[in-house]
């Protein structure tokens, strides 16, 4: 029940989250949806794990330490594994029921059957109504970002945790691919924004999961911890050592510096640049509204004219 109700919690702060991104007045869809990675993660991290981990641990020998004060580490140290079982229970929730729920795309389905019986009365709006939506990209990266951070801080305690992060992710692999590649529209184009702040996120969660094993290892005295140490500052340089804010794609979808250099890394003369691909794409081109080249029948249907107008 705790943990199902721990779900039913992270779900209903989501909602709120995206309407509170959407009102913050950044200008760029990505750029909402990096807002609500950032900020349902940080919310995940302190209520759903930190509050946990704390309470878990500290509440359920409180009785224990008010009679056997000196005895406060050995008492945690035996009370914070404890709590590896509330999580593998929450992580075979998630690994079991997100796919799941993600293939059967019940709100939209739900909703566009009500579309389709009373709002839709044109083609158009048929169409419209069957549109599943686009892929919540901050939502599902800030979920999957904090699986990532549980098992990486009880894969010590609770090593039986790893089996059951592999079952979650391996299944919400197979189910977002097909999403991505089958059912989901994209929305806008990023050229890999969201990389890095993925990236340094999950850093952050390792660094996490390491000071928890360090704190575990410290409250059961064992003198292991020294040992474990120089992980934490490792991650901790590397995670100072990422840009903060990229950009990784030019005004054409690729990476920036890609078409101003040739095979031997050098400058590409401006007669190749002409050759370079373009991601083919719908606009107007007010010096020269019309196609250089269009054909067309006469009125005698005699002969097909073409001309070549510049």
């Given amino acids: 029940l705790p943990t199902i109700a721990l779900a039913v919690l992270n779900a209903l702060v989501l909602p709120i989250l995206k309407i509170l991104a959407e009102l913050s007045g950044v200008e760029a869809w990505s750029r909402v949806h990096l807002r609500v990675l950032q900020q349902y993660f ?102 999957d970002l904090f699986i990532f951070a549980i098992v990486c801080s009880y894969m010590v305690m609770s090593p039986l945790i790893l089996v059951f992060g592999l079952l979650y992710f391996a299944l919400n692999f197979v189910a977002w691919k097909y999403l991505l590649c089958f059912v989901y529209r994209t929305e806008f184009q990023t050229g890999g924004f969201f990389m890095v702040p993925v990236f340094r996120l999950a850093l952050v969660g390792l660094l996490i999961g390491q000071l928890t094993s360090i704190c575990a290892l410290i409250i059961k005295q064992s003198s292991s911890w020294i040992i474990c140490v120089p992980l934490p500052i490792i991650t901790l340089i590397f995670l100072t050592r990422l840009p903060g804010n990229p950009n990784w794609a030019d005004e054409n979808g690729l990476p920036k510096g890609l078409a101003d ?22 606009y107007l081109d007010l010096d020269n509204p019309v196609a250089p080249i269009f054909s067309w029948v006469d009125v005698g249907g005699s002969r097909a004219v073409e001309m070549n107008r510049s």
């Fill in 42 to 143: 940080a919310f995940l991290m302190v209520n759903s794990f930190l509050l946990v981990v704390i309470s878990g641990s500290l509440f359920n020998s409180l009785d224990d330490i008010s009679h056997h004060p000196d005895h406060i580490l050995p008492l945690l140290g035996q009370s914070l594994p404890k709590v590896g079982s509330f999580f593998i229970n929450f992580v075979t929730l998630s690994g079991l029921g997100t796919a799941p729920k993600l293939l059967a795309l019940l709100p939209p389905l739900l909703l566009s059957s009500f579309k389709l019986r009373y709002l839709s009365k044109t083609p158009f709006e048929r169409e419209e109504a069957r549109d599943p939506g686009v892929p919540a990209y901050g939502a599902m990266y800030a979920f």
């Fill in 261 to 282: 250099m040739d095979e031997s890394g050098g400058p590409m003369e401006p007669s190749k640049l002409q050759e370079l691909w373009c991601q083919p794409s719908h």
